[in-house]
């Protein structure tokens, strides 16, 4: 069953392709707290799709052990 995302979530989604919930949290504290150490409302689009998907792959090699 597909998840109804909105806000942050449904943007990193579609960036990303990730779909689990938990995952998608931890990307956008990883981009707000890591990537931009901001919030991320000022972020045009293409640079939260660029980040969206750096975030993630950084998450990936850290095997989602994000602290």
């Given at each position: 069953m597909k998840q109804n995302?909105?806000?942050y979530a449904k943007a990193i989604s579609e960036a990303t392709g990730?779909?689990?919930m938990p995952k998608l949290g931890m990307v956008e504290n990883y981009m707000r707290n890591c990537y931009f150490?901001?919030?991320l409302d000022?972020?045009?689009a293409k640079?939260?799709?660029k980040?969206?998907?750096e975030s993630a792959i950084e998450l990936e090699i850290l095997n989602w052990?994000?602290?």
């Open positions: 995302l909105v806000g990730i779909v689990d150490n901001s919030t000022w972020v045009d640079t939260f799709n980040a969206a998907k052990q994000f602290i």
